[in-house]
């Protein structure tokens, strides 16, 4: 069983930065690819970020390409976007998500485990 709890989140006005946390449970965090997803108001889960096991590759939906940085330390057990640029639209909450068996892919159904969420307002 993997427990996933997210940190971070809150309001920041238009342009500025945040960075979420994920500290996970368990002995074998560093075996798992880790994901970031988010829900906007109204709208369905979608993909934010994931990152291999080791940290060596990840990749990042369009949306957050070149403002948002996936990275884990496996000594903590942490898993960490960081936000920049922010803009209203990344209004939602975020979740993390654990990929035990896989590479951490796109794909909401590859992900085994997921936090309660952490809310991110971006006012304009």
């Known amino acids: 069983q993997v427990q996933l709890v997210e940190s971070g989140g809150g309001l920041v006005q238009a342009g500025g930065s945040l960075r979420l946390s994920c500290a996970a449970s368990g002995r074998t965090f560093r075996t798992y690819a880790m994901g970031w997803f988010r829900q906007p108001p109204g709208k369905e889960r979608e993909f934010v970020a994931a990152?291999?096991?080791?940290?060596?590759?990840?990749r990042y939906a369009d949306s957050g390409k070149g403002r948002f940085s996936i990275s884990r330390d496996n000594a903590k057990n942490t898993v960490y976007l960081q936000m920049n640029s922010l803009k209203p639209e990344d209004t939602a909450a975020y979740y993390c998500?654990?990929?035990?068996w896989g590479a951490g892919t796109e794909a909401e159904s590859s992900y085994d485990y997921w936090g309660q969420g952490t809310q991110v307002t971006v006012s304009s």
């Open positions: 998500a654990a990929d035990v």
């Open positions: 990152i291999s096991w080791s940290g060596g590759s990840s």
